[in-house]
């Protein structure tokens, strides 16, 4: 047998702008720990490893933020803080159900465009 996959991957945005910088940020002093309490989180539940988290760059949804995508199935979480985190693991990494109600708004993440058919859209 060999080495299992993880099941889930968490994208969490790590961009922060220092102070006085016009541009929203997903980690501001007070959401510069949501990825450590992520970690713990996973941690606590014994499910580490399956469940990978990532600190990622700008994930450019800077006005929704803190964001976190979940892969698979392109999930993008908006506004996050402890209390997010902890029932994005339970009911949607564990339980098996999207959390709704922290999902980004449809009009900031809608149906993906393929790369075949951005390159015809570019004339390519
Ligand atoms: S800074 Fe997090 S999405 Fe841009």
Redesign the pocket.
């Known amino acids: 047998m060999g080495i299992p996959q993880p099941a889930f991957y968490m994208f969490k945005?790590e961009?922060s702008a220092p102070p006085g910088m016009p541009k929203p940020?997903?980690v501001t002093p007070e959401t510069q720990d949501l990825f450590q309490h992520l970690a713990q989180k996973l941690m606590k539940e014994g499910i580490m490893g399956t469940v990978q988290p990532i600190r990622t760059s700008?994930?450019?949804?800077?006005s929704s933020?803190p964001?976190m995508l979940v892969e698979p199935g392109h999930i993008m979480y908006a506004g996050l803080n402890k209390e997010k985190i902890d029932r994005i693991v339970d009911e949607h990494i564990i339980g098996g159900n999207v959390v709704k109600e922290y999902v980004i708004d449809k009009e900031q993440w809608d149906e993906p465009i393929t790369p075949a058919e951005m390159k015809k859209q570019m004339g390519m």
């Open positions: 945005c961009q940020s997903c700008c994930l450019n949804r800077c933020g964001v």
